[in-house]
């Protein structure tokens, strides 16, 4: 199986998207999305940008390589009565089901930054949209001190090294990065922009419970603690992620989680 399809389907990611939805669709109401618009969100999971999109009146489709989040999504779709949304599976470094110029704007918001060869992945995106249409990235930051970041951070460091040849999803948090493989994929460095942006988890309960969302469904997570685990160091990267999680939280309030994460948001127009 493709390893980044594994990682995806091994957990449950609709257990964090679920402390997402508000970020989410502020974020959405920030792109100016119009009724009859083509909208592509590309690493979609359950739709946490793209049910908001399709309730703007767009005609949205998200593109997910997880089989189980496709199918939460379209679940969604369908009770939500959106006709106009649907979920497919396909891997943001070949879109071959999709055709050239084929929607306004390409959305994704921590989704595409996971899948390998990223400079096939910007040339995907910029295949898929039309001429002075628009993509919109929200990738989380390598180093960065908030959430997202670190629970990677520590991730990787009780997990085995990674195979010769890859590529750090976080690197799409690097405006240099951004800026190099959208330049190769035909756009002027002028077309590219890219800030700081804030995305923020919201949860309902204590810090400590919405980790456990992470160690059990949050795929990145669970191989950690598996490895870990093997090693005997499951109880140090559990208290390790509990005082992230524990000094994360800017809710005021030990029983409720309200986190916010900086990520950067890439923002290009396709010529």
């Known amino acids: 199986m493709n390893p980044n399809k594994a990682l995806w389907e091994k957990g449950d990611f609709t257990q964090i998207a679920d402390c997402m939805r ?8 920030s792109l100016g999305i119009n009724p009859g618009m083509r909208v592509l969100d590309l690493g979609c999971g359950d739709g946490t940008t793209a049910l908001p999109a399709a309730q703007k009146g767009a005609d949205v ?3 997910d390589i997880a089989a189980n989040l496709v199918a939460a999504g379209n ?12 979920f497919e599976e396909g891997d943001a470094s070949n879109l071959e089901n999709i055709a050239d110029d084929a929607f306004d704007l390409v959305v994704s918001i921590f989704g595409a930054m996971f899948a390998p060869r990223p400079f096939d992945v910007a040339r995907e995106m910029v295949r898929v949209t039309k001429p002075g249409g628009r993509i919109v990235m929200g990738n989380w930051i390598p180093g960065d001190p908030t959430l997202v970041a670190q629970v990677l951070k520590i991730s990787a460091a009780y997990t085995p090294p990674p195979p010769e040849g890859f590529v750090s999803p976080v690197t799409w948090g690097q405006e240099a990065h951004v800026v190099e493989r959208f330049t190769a994929a035909g756009v002027s460095p002028d077309n590219v922009s ?16 919405f980790l456990a969302r992470f160690r059990h469904w949050y795929g ?5 603690f598996e490895a870990a685990a093997k090693e005997g160091r499951a109880d140090a990267l559990q208290a390790e992620l509990e005082a992230l999680f524990n000094a994360q939280n800017a809710s005021g309030n030990a029983e409720t989680t309200v986190i916010p994460a900086t990520c950067l948001r890439v923002e290009v127009t396709v010529p």
């Open 75 to 86: 679940v969604r779709a369908a009770a939500a009565g959106l006709a106009n949304l649907k």
């Open 22 to 29: 508000e970020s989410g669709s502020d974020l959405v109401d």
């Open 61 to 63: 489709t998200g593109v």
């Open 194 to 209: 890219c800030r700081p942006d804030t995305y923020t988890f919201r949860y309902d309960g204590p810090p400590s419970e």
């Open 220 to 224: 990145p997570t669970m191989n950690a």
